[in-house]
Each structure stands twice: as structure tokens, then as C-alpha cells.
């Protein structure tokens, strides 16, 4: 993407490298201190009517937010989102994961304002990392909770089904957030996969082409070879005089040198 190549040329000074880092901590950070009742979630998290209502930190404090509640899948989901990111980013480089995850927060908080009264999170933002990492890295395995091994394209295909369900199924609100996901998704990759379903279309026309029966000529001049698959409208003739009868044609069965019984005499 030239605009992308011109943004990382103008502004790559200006990327915060390690950026999941920073989330990883200010997520954990936060999880500590609403365990200890130092902080609220309800007074952190993203609630349009409340953002405008005056309290414009919730914009920023819900990305610090974990959707996950349970200390051992919170933990997990750390450790996952941190590998993913870090893992975008050293592939991209910081400015242009940067710039994914702000289109994602972007796309997120627009979402969100659809239905003012509902609570947005950070879920479906982490879902368009896992979708991102998983389409550059579709062989990479997981170990779920370090024991069951399993290819991320299979969990990438689970949430593309979940994805669907809640655009089928959802309340207003998640279709419209899991709609921002698959939009950032989508603006980053929509050229890639462009590119590899015109690729993956050429590899079945060639597996096609090889696959399929192929016709034998009935008629092939012995002595110039054509065939009547190259040439439909040539009349070929076959001389009875040698053995076995011999194709030949309209320019080469007069002149020809007859086979009879492993001898060969000149035609008159």
C-alpha cells in the first residue's frame, strides 16, 4: 500500500514500539487494583450515554480493561495477545502495528456510539490480532493452557463461525463491535487475500487441466506428424499398399516410400 509505505516514511519516528507490552501491563495493572477495591470496572469501562455525559476517560481507561474475569483465563489471554502483538509488530514494524491497533480502538469506540446505552470492551480489538496473526501465521500451534496442541488456522476458522453467529444472532451492539473488528481486519488484509484466492484459483484451473482426459488423435501423418487435433478440416488418407496401412496427409501421400512385410520399395 503506497499510503501506508508514505505514512511509515513520514511519521515512523513517531511509533511507540512495544505497545502490547504497555496494554499487557496497564490491563494487569488494573485487574490488581479493581481486585482490590481500589478501582470500579463500571467507572473504567466504555459507556457512550456516560462518555457523553462529561466522563471522557472512559474513551481512554476501557482499553485497560480485560474482558476476562477468571485469573486463569485472564492470565492466558495475556500471554496470548502478547505473543500475537509482538509477533505483528516485529513483522511489520511499530508504526504500522501501531496504526492497527489504533483503526481497531477507532472503529471500536465508533461502534460503540451506535448504541449509547450498551457497554463496548476490548474483546472483539483483541479478536482482530488473533485474526491478523493467524492468517500470516495459519501453521503456528497453540498449546491451549500449554497442554493441547492445536493449529491456530482452526481456532482462526472457530472465530471467523463465532464472528458469524454474532452478526446473525447478536444484539445490536456486538454485531456492530464485531463489525469494527472485521473491518480493521479487513483494511489491512483485504489485498492479501485478494492475491491468494486469485492464486489459489490458478492452482485448481492447473490441477484441472492436468487432471483431465486427454484426447488422442485419430489420424497423424507418419511422415510430418500433424494430427487431425491440430489440423480438423485437413482430409488425411491412408495408403493400403503398406503394411500395416499407413496415415498420411494431402501433401505427403503421393511421395511416400511404401512399408511392405519389413522392406520398403519406391512408389511410382
Not at 21 to 47: D, M, N, P, S, T
Not at 80 to 92: C, D, I, K, T, V
Not at 141 to 147: Q, S, T
Not at 211 to 224: G, I, Q, S, T
Amino acid at each position: 500500500m503506497k499510503l501506508l509505505k508514505t505514512i511509515e516514511r513520514r511519521f515512523g519516528r513517531l511509533a511507540v514500539p512495544h505497545l502490547t507490552l504497555y496494554l499487557v501491563a496497564g490491563q494487569v495493572a488494573v485487574y490488581l487494583l479493581v481486585l482490590a477495591h481500589v478501582w470500579a470496572i463500571e467507572q473504567l469501562i466504555l459507556i457512550p450515554e456516560r462518555v457523553l455525559a462529561g466522563e471522557w476517560w472512559r474513551l481512554a481507561t476501557f482499553v485497560f480493561v480485560t474482558p476476562i474475569t477468571n485469573a486463569v483465563y485472564a492470565f492466558f489471554g495475556w500471554y496470548l495477545f502478547f505473543l500475537m502483538g509482538s509477533a505483528l509488530e516485529n513483522r511489520w514494524g511499530a508504526l504500522r502495528f501501531n496504526l492497527f491497533l489504533l483503526t481497531g480502538y477507532a472503529a471500536t469506540v465508533a461502534a460503540a456510539f451506535f448504541t449509547p446505552g450498551a457497554t463496548a470492551s476490548t474483546a472483539f480489538l483483541g479478536g482482530s490480532v488473533f485474526l491478523a496473526f493467524a492468517f500470516l501465521y495459519p501453521e503456528f500451534v497453540i498449546y491451549l493452557f500449554f497442554i493441547l496442541p492445536v493449529r491456530i488456522k482452526w481456532l482462526a476458522l472457530i472465530a471467523w463461525l463465532g464472528y458469524g453467529a454474532t452478526l446473525a444472532l447478536g444484539s445490536w451492539s456486538s454485531r456492530a463491535l464485531a463489525l469494527a473488528a472485521i473491518g480493521n481486519f479487513l483494511l489491512f488484509f483485504a489485498r492479501d487475500i485478494v492475491a491468494r484466492m486469485r492464486l489459489a484459483r490458478r492452482h485448481m484451473a492447473r490441477q484441472t487441466r492436468d487432471l483431465a482426459p486427454r484426447r488422442e488423435p485419430r489420424h497423424r501423418c507418419v511422415v510430418c506428424g500433424i494430427t487431425d487435433l491440430a489440423a480438423p478440416d485437413m482430409e488425411f488418407r491412408y495408403c493400403t499398399q503398406c503394411e500395416p496401412a499407413a496415415c498420411f496427409c494431402p501433401d505427403h501421400i503421393r511421395q511416400h516410400t511404401h512399408a511392405a512385410k519389413g522392406s520398403r520399395e519406391q512408389s511410382r
